[in-house]
Each structure stands twice: as structure tokens, then as C-alpha cells.
């Protein structure tokens, strides 16, 4: 990603938009969602955080992850 884009609100409302859209198709395998989604609880819940106490690594984390997440899915499922 570029840097500009990486700090673009219009980029992140879009990348958001599309992860709920992509997580609640039928079209989408679950075995790709649950790639995305476990590995985002798992970063939650479990208290090897980087900065405990503070969510600012866990949105971080979740970012990228979402990041990947859209990259894949629209790759891999290109009609939609």
C-alpha cells in the first residue's frame, strides 16, 4: 500500500465497508472468513498484546489483517 492511501479516510470507510459486505456474503467460503475472524478474536481476547491495557495494537493489528482480508477476497472472488 502506498502511504498516502494508507492514511486516506476514503480508503479505510471503503476497506470497512467491504469487510462487513465480504464477511456476510454466501458467496464467500467460511473456511476464508474464519482465516480473517480468528485470528482477530484470538488478538483480542488473549492477553499477549504488545502494549497491554491499550487497544491501540489490537485496531492496529485488526487494520492490517483487514488489509489482507479485502486483498484476498477479491482476488480470490472477483464478481463481487
Known amino acids: 500500500m502506498k502511504r498516502r492511501r494508507i492514511f486516506s479516510f476514503k ?3 471503503v476497506m470497512f465497508t ?4 465480504y464477511v456476510m456474503s ?10 480473517f475472524l480468528v485470528p482477530v478474536v484470538v488478538y483480542w481476547i488473549f ?5 497491554p491495557g491499550l487497544p491501540i495494537d489490537d485496531i492496529g493489528i485488526t487494520m ?3 488489509g489482507w482480508f479485502t486483498t484476498r477476497v477479491e482476488r480470490k472472488y472477483p464478481t463481487l
Do not use: A, E, I, Y
Not at 467491504?18 to 459486505?21: A, C, E, F, S, Y
Open 11 to 13: 480508503h479505510w470507510s
Open 18 to 21: 467491504n469487510v462487513r459486505r
Open 26 to 35: 454466501s458467496q464467500v467460503s467460511l473456511g476464508d472468513k474464519l482465516l
Open 47 to 51: 492477553p499477549f498484546d504488545l502494549l
Open 64 to 66: 492490517l489483517l483487514m
